[in-house]
Structure formats: C-alpha cells, structure tokens
C-alpha cells in the first residue's frame, strides 16, 4: 500500500510541480509573484471541457480519440498561453517600473476578475468532464496505476526535461537567465527585454493549462473556484523549493505531493491540507530561501 | 444607491400597509431561498404552498377569510433569514412555512418563538433545531440522526455486513450524519476506518487507499454530492469495487454524472420516499404537476406544511399564536404524507426515511424500514 500511497502523491504532485515552475519563472524574472496564475490553470481546464464538447459535437470523438485529446491540448494551451500574454501586457507591463506592491495588487485584481468572468459565463455549479479513459489501468501486485495516473506523471517528466533543455540549451532560454540576473544588463547587451518577459509568461501558461486539463481529465470534476487552493499549493511549492528556482519548483511540486499523500494516510486525512503548509514552516525556518533556492545579493 | 435603498422601502411600505388594510385575511409566511443557486428549490417549495393556499381558498378559505401567502427570499443566507423573519412577523404573519436550509430555520426559529408564532420548516433537517425547547417550532420532514438509524438498520438487517469504513466531509451535516450512523451500527459492526476529508478537495485516493488496505464491505459517506461522486469515481479507479452509501445530500443527478453511471451502479442512499409511489400523494401529484412542473425532492413536504397550519388554525378557530401550537401539538393530521404527528419537541413521530439505489444511472426506491 505504500507504493500506492507513493503513486498518488507523485501523480498530484507533478501537478503541483507544473504550476509552481509558472510561479516561479515569473518570480525569477520580475520578483512578481503572479497571484493570477492559479486562474489559469482553471481556464485551461474549462477549456478543455469545451473544446472536448466542441470535438465530440462534431463527432471527431468518436471518430479518433487519441487525435480528439492531442488536439485538445494543443488548443487550450495556445487559448491559456494567449491569455498569460495579454494579462501581462495589460496588467502588469505597464507597472513595471511602479512600486513593487502595485503589480502585486494588480495580479489580485486579475485573479478575481478570472474567476468571476468563469463563473458569470460558465455558472457556478460543478462542471463535468467527459468521462473518456474510464477507470482503466492496471494492476501489479495490488498496486493500481490508472492509464490517466501513467499519463500525469509522463507528461509532467517529458515537460520538465524539456523546459530544463530550453532554460540551459537554447539562445531564448540564456536570454531568459541573464534578464533573471539583471535585467539592464542584459538590455544593454542587446537582449529584448519584453520579448524575453512575454516568453515567460507563454510558457508558464502553457504548463498552467497543460496541469489543469489532465487535473480535468483525471478527477472529471472542474468549477470556477480551483483555481485558487491549486495556486496556493502551487506557490508553497515553489517557496518550498526556492522561489526562482526551476529545479526547486520541480522538486518542491513532487515533495507537496508526497507529503499530502503520506502524512494524509499514516496520520490523518482530516489535516490534509494543513501537512503541506507546516513542511513549509519548518523548511523556511531552516532554509528562508527555500531548499534549492540561493540568498539574494544586492544588486549595486 | 441610495434612491435604490429609498424606492425599496417606499415599495415595501406600500406592500404592507395594502396587506394591513385587508383585515380579512390571514397571512401566512413563506420562507426560502427563492434566488441564488438553490432557487430550484425554493420554487419547488413556494409551489407546494401556493397549491395548497389555492385549495383552501377555493373552499373559503379558513374563518371565512382568504389566505394570503407572504413569499419572502432568505437565499439560505442565516444573517438574511433572520432579517426576513423580522420583516414576516412584523407584516403579520399568523405562522410561517419555512425555512428551507437548517442554517436559516435555526437562527429564524429565535424570532418566531419571540413573536409566539408557528414554524413548520418542510426540510431542515439537523436535529438541533428542535432541541432548543421551543414549543412553536415543527418539521415535516425526518432528521438527520433518524436518517442515520435507517441507514444503520438497512446495513445491519438488509446486507448483514461485518465490516465497513465511515467517511464524513467534517461539516456540521455531514459529520452529524455519519456519527449518527457510526452510533447505531457499532454494536453490530466493525468500524474498521473512521475518517473526515476536506470538502472541496478533489483528490480522495489517499484515503481511498489506506480503505482498501483494512478490507471492508462498505463505504458509508456523510456529506453531498460533488465529493460523493468524486469518492466513488476513484474507488473504483483504484480497484476498490464495494458498495458506496450516503444520506439526502447525495441524492442529485450531479452525483451520477461526476461518479460516472458504471462507477454509481448499486449505491444506497437514505431519502425521503418516492412522492409518487405514496399512495395518498397521488392527487397532490397530479394536480401539481398540471400547474406547475415536476415536483421536486420537498414540494410534498411544503404542501403538507401549509395544510396542516391551515388545520390547526381553522381548529383552534383563532389566528393567536399560542392556540394555535396547542392545536399543532394535540392534532393528528392527513396528508399527501400519510398521517403525520407531532411529538413534543415538534418532530414527527413516524420518520418518513427509505433506501433509495442507483439503477442504469437513475435513483429509485429500494428498501422500507
């Protein structure tokens, strides 16, 4: 039961993990903490619900499922990844040089403004999401692992490695670290800062929406308010990794996880939520930067 | 804003004093949550009573004068109920019908007993409502510990289970439903898990997990659907393919389609009986059903309400507060319900709880006490 008990909390936690690395490439950019983020995780869910209906409307459902998902994704994380580029050029853009509260209030006011735009057009009941791999899996030993589980863990690894090689490898990705380091440095060697801060948050986005539509797929549950205990849980990964660091907020997603999932079932279920956020006390405590976060120096 | 606040005073102004001039008539209060989410059922609920006022009036009405039906909207708001309250005893009102939600009926039934009028709420549903030693405050419907003492007799008489795990979703209602169930079958049966989750949370495979590991025959769950339907979808995604029970919170269609009709196949569930298979209810049925639309899970509830404090005033011929509780206390009335009566806290004597199952995606009555 242990391995299964591991199984559920690495599944939830690659979850987390997809969200945290949105939370903290922002931060590591423009030491914003992006409040408006966890919405778009429920956007990306919901769309996923509609573009699911919209595809078996038409009856490419039934035709190809495989093809049906794959499209889906890709959609509603081009919908999710526009919708993170516009809320920066218009909410937090033309902030950047205000004090550094205002784009934070801002991001607040985004948030709300999301949710409530979801739940005017979209209603406040419990959306459904199609039941499409019903129950299926298999089973070794006892330990059930559901097709869905299997996925959630594979895309969330194949997304990670990925962004790993895009932040090291590629000209866009340095470009991304030297702005973290200083961003009128790296403006003065010839880097577009804007392009790079857009980028950013294109690509936070799009894991944002990646994590919501398998959240969707996996529990088949989505309303307007989801948004808001993922993001929080996706924020405390992130510190609890260190705040601006990518492999932090990987690891700290996977920790989140585990932690809920174990103390959750050898301690008690009742405080499920309150596991996570002690963990945090007690690392910040030890380590106020997070476990793989650096001290921050002055910049001069 | 403020003209707002201006024109609605000057407007209920207006209402009261055109109810006040017509002294010939008898008020009776109606209570719910007639916006919001829940407004499905405050309407179930205003068309319950409007029939029956309907009827009454069509006769005469009572002491020869027309019943007048206050609709007030509390949208299962507690602070908004006692508002709503104040404003119906201050209107008049010879005893009210209401409220729907427990959270609204406890808080309200403070300012009916201090005005000396009649309640009879037609759903709420937690026992502490009449525990607080008011005399004026009655209900139609069962209580939540009497749900779970059925729920307990249909696992202990009916499945003659050994073993079983109790779940709750750590709410006043849910918890109070699963304690009371836990009390009446730990006699017989091993509790072999005993835990609250977060309503709200999505993500049950945890404890579904360390379930499975201690091997019972049945999931027993207080609490309401959406976790309900959760709870069952990843039981049996994790292989765990034992029956799933719960009380009224559960009984939605919306539980079905989360768990997913495969998943929600053989559930039980404690409810009120199916209206349309009592037997007296059938001329209440169809003439609901030719006014209004299909009647919902507490039309009945409501339209037995208002009949039986119709009864009780025409009995104690005076609209008087105090009379009239007297009556409602010493009277057996019939209704669409059956017989119903009152004991001394204001509960009915009989309580009106059945198991209903989950058939090829539809809810329907299985087992009588």
Redesign the interface.
């Known amino acids: 039961m242990f391995i299964q008990q591991l199984i559920n909390g690495i599944t939830v936690g690659g979850v987390y993990a997809l969200i945290a690395l949105g939370y903290t490439m922002v931060y590591g950019i423009l030491e914003l903490i992006n409040f408006a983020h966890g919405e778009i995780y429920m956007l990306g869910a919901y769309l996923g619900i509609i573009i699911l209906g919209f595809f078996t409307a038409v009856g490419l459902t039934s035709y190809s499922l495989p093809l049906a998902l794959i499209l889906t994704f890709v959609l509603s994380t081009i919908f999710c990844a526009s919708y993170g580029f516009t809320i920066e050029k218009v909410a937090y853009k033309p902030l950047r040089n205000a004090p550094r509260l205002s784009p934070l209030i801002s991001a607040i006011g985004v948030s709300i403004f999301l949710q409530n735009y979801v739940m005017l057009t979209q209603g406040a009941t419990d959306k459904v999401f199609p039941h499409v791999l019903e129950n299926e899996g298999f089973e070794i030993n006892g330990i059930r692992v559901t097709y869905i589980q299997l996925f959630i863990i594979a895309a969330s690894a194949v997304l990670m490695i990925f962004l790993h090689i895009f932040i090291t490898r590629t000209r866009m990705g340095k470009a991304m670290r030297a702005v973290a380091q200083d961003k009128v440095m790296a403006s003065l060697v010839g880097i577009n800062i804007d392009t790079v801060i857009s980028m950013t948050f294109v690509i936070g986005s799009g894991l944002a929406a990646v994590a919501g539509l398998m959240v969707a797929m996996y529990y088949g549950l989505v309303n307007y308010s989801i948004g808001y205990i993922a993001g929080i849980k996706a924020f405390t990964a992130a510190v609890l990794g260190g705040i601006g660091s990518i492999p932090g907020a990987m690891f700290g997603g996977i920790l989140l996880g585990l932690v809920e999932s174990l103390s959750a079932a050898y301690i008690s279920s009742e405080y499920k939520d309150a596991y996570a956020f002690i963990i945090l006390i007690i690392v910040l405590l030890i380590k106020p930067t997070g476990l793989f976060g650096k001290s921050h120096e002055e910049k001069v | 804003m403020e003209k707002l606040i201006l024109f609605s005073l000057v407007v209920s102004a207006l209402i009261f004093s055109g109810c006040q001039k017509k002294e010939d008539a008898i008020k009776i209060g109606v209570a719910g949550p007639m916006t919001g989410?829940q407004a499905k059922m405050g309407t179930d609920f205003k068309n319950g009573i409007t029939l029956a006022v309907e009827e009454w009036n069509s006769k005469g009405g009572v002491l020869g004068k027309k019943i007048i039906a206050l609709v007030e909207d509390d949208q299962h708001d507690p602070k908004q109920a006692v508002s709503v309250a104040n404003k119906l005893v201050n209107a008049g009102a010879a005893g009210v019908i209401g409220h729907f939600n427990s959270s609204c009926s406890i808080p309200a039934s403070d300012v009916y007993n201090r005005a000396g009028i009649p309640m009879i709420t037609p759903a709420s549903t937690n026992p502490q409502l009449t525990e607080k030693g008011y005399s004026g405050v009655f209900r139609v419907c069962g209580r939540d510990d009497q749900q779970g003492k059925v729920g307990a007799e249909f696992v202990i008489n009916n499945l003659k289970l050994k073993k079983i795990a109790v779940i709750h979703d750590?709410t006043t209602y849910g918890q109070g439903l699963a304690d009371e169930f836990k009390k009446f079958v730990k006699k017989n049966i091993d509790i072999v898990y005993y835990?609250?989750?977060?309503q709200?949370?999505?993500?049950f495979?945890?404890?579904l997990?360390?379930i499975?590991?201690k091997k019972p025959e049945l999931i027993y769950f207080g609490g309401i659907y959406?976790e309900a339907?959760?709870l069952v979808?990843?039981a049996?995604?994790?292989?765990l393919d034992i029956p799933f029970m719960s009380g009224d919170g559960t009984i939605d269609p919306?539980f079905i389609?989360?768990a997913?009709a495969?998943?929600a196949e053989g559930t039980y569930l404690t409810f009120s009986p199916d209206a349309k298979k009592i037997s007296t209810a059938k001329k209440f049925v169809e003439d609901y059903e030719k006014k209004f639309e299909e009647i919902g899970p507490y039309s009945i509830y409501a339209y037995d309400a208002t009949n039986i404090m119709l009864s009780a005033i025409k009995e104690a011929a005076t609209t008087n507060g105090k009379a009239v509780i007297e009556k409602l206390h010493s009277m057996e009335f019939g209704g669409a319900l059956g017989k119903i009566k009152f004991d001394k806290k204001g509960d009915v004597t009989v309580a009106p709880y059945v198991v209903w199952t989950t058939k090829d995606g539809k809810f329907e009555e299985f087992w009588k006490p």
Do not use: C, H, M, N
């Open positions: 989410d750590k835990s609250g989750i977060i709200g949370d999505k993500d495979k945890t404890v997990t360390s499975k590991e959406p339907g959760l979808k990843q049996r995604e994790l292989g919306k389609e989360i997913g495969k998943a």
